[in-house]
């Protein structure tokens, strides 16, 4: 993973790690045990369908550029499709407290997509490829004389 890319998750996946924890804490203090358990199940996934969703569009943004706003577009609407889907069929759970998951599972997203914007603003992101420069060198379009 390029160095970049490493700094981006970085300043993507701390904040909802902490968020999470806060999470985490606050369930376990309102609904005891088993909503700690469904606040920390809830950012697991959060964080890990929202981190495999980051590396397939970084892998788009490099194999496919001419894709990446459509499977940016596809690729978020599909994710928050299946956490809403999880969240559906855990809803009637006994292991661990489902209000507690979803709340996990909700502020852990909005926390991800919140940080992932911000560091996408936050990027210094060439607008020209300064290696084409080097490489390709131009033509001569006008008369020699």
């Known amino acids: 993973m390029p160095s970049s890319d490493a700094r981006n998750l970085l300043q993507i996946a ?13 369930s376990g203090a309102v609904a005891g045990g088993k909503g700690a358990l469904g606040a920390a199940v809830g950012t697991v996934l959060a964080v890990l369908f929202m981190g495999i969703g980051l590396y397939v569009l970084q892998w788009t943004a490099k194999s496919l550029p001419h894709l990446f706003q459509a499977m ?7 994710q928050l499709l299946l956490l809403l889907i999880f969240a559906g069929v855990f809803k009637d759970t006994s292991l661990f407290n489902p209000k507690t998951f979803a709340a996990g599972l909700v502020v852990a997203t909005v926390v991800w997509m919140a940080a992932q914007a911000r560091a996408h603003m936050k990027a210094k992101i060439f607008y020209v490829d300064p290696d084409s420069e080097k490489h390709e060198k131009p033509q001569k379009t006008g008369s020699s004389s």
Do not use: E
Not at 14 to 26: F, H, K, L, S
């Open 14 to 26: 701390v904040p909802t790690a902490a968020v999470g924890v806060i999470a985490v804490a606050v």
């Open 72 to 78: 940016g577009l596809m690729l978020y609407v599909a």
